[in-house]
């Protein structure tokens, strides 16, 4: 069974603060997906990282895939209450299938 | 592009009766879509693999007979919670698979009173 780890489960910042929220596996993953889920909604589709060691930015956030594509980590830069909600990494093996899930990271920025 | 609807966004009903909730991939077909279950501030629990034109494959500890999913065309799938009861009561949210990703629909509030 794959896992993955997600870390931290709960972040609580200030306006302007940097943060990194991890996403770690012993299983490699053919691609990582990142997602933003704001309360009584669905999760929305922020990046897809396929390659190791692949970077992809938005904005002020930064998604990174690891060399050995078993983890994956995102940077919020000057984070801003709009950025409250909740995080969640996802892994796929194929174009088929069910995709593993972290527990998510909870994130509070206050203004 | 790569949109999915959900229907309805809240539902209340009454214990012991049955509810219907659709996902439809609205600018693809989804030869799989997934049904997931989240409790408050949690994750997303997994609940069942829709394939069109078969059955879905349910996650161990999901009852097959209660919670009815139908994949009927390459961009709708329904889920139906059948004999509600308040311990039914949650957020369930589906997704269409393109490629690699999924791609969410809005959620089901279910309230069971």
């Known amino acids: 069974t794959q896992l993955l780890e997600q870390s931290p489960q709960f972040l609580s910042i200030q306006e302007g603060e940097n943060l990194t929220v991890y996403c770690n596996s012993s299983?490699?993953?053919?691609?990582l997906q990142w997602y933003r889920q704001e309360p009584g909604e669905g999760p929305v589709l922020l990046v897809t990282?396929?390659?190791?060691?692949e970077v992809k930015k938005l904005k002020r956030l930064t998604f990174q895939f690891g060399d050995a594509r078993k983890d994956s980590s995102l940077h919020i830069t000057a984070a801003q209450p709009g950025d409250t909600g909740l995080y969640l990494c996802a892994g796929a093996n194929t174009n088929a299938g069910k995709s593993t899930f972290g527990d998510g990271t909870t994130l509070t920025v206050k203004p | 592009g790569a949109v999915v609807s959900q229907h309805p966004s809240r539902v209340i009903c009454k214990s012991g009766t049955s509810v219907k909730i659709e996902c439809r991939s609205l600018?693809?077909?989804?030869?799989?879509m997934f049904w997931y279950r989240q409790f408050p501030k949690k994750s997303l629990m997994l609940m069942a693999t829709?394939?069109?034109?078969?059955?879905?494959?349910?996650e161990q500890g999901v009852e097959k007979d209660k919670f009815l999913i139908n994949h009927a065309s390459l961009t709708l799938s329904t889920l139906t919670v059948t004999s509600a009861h308040p311990e039914d009561s949650s957020f369930y949210i589906c997704?269409?698979?393109?490629?690699?990703?999924?791609?969410f629909g809005p959620g089901t509030r279910l309230t069971v009173t």
């Open positions: 990282v396929v390659t190791g060691g």
């Open positions: 997704s269409a698979r393109s490629g690699y990703e999924q791609y």
């Open positions: 829709s394939n069109e034109g078969s059955k879905a494959t349910y």
């Open positions: 299983s490699v993953f053919s691609s």
């Open positions: 600018d693809f077909q989804a030869t799989t």
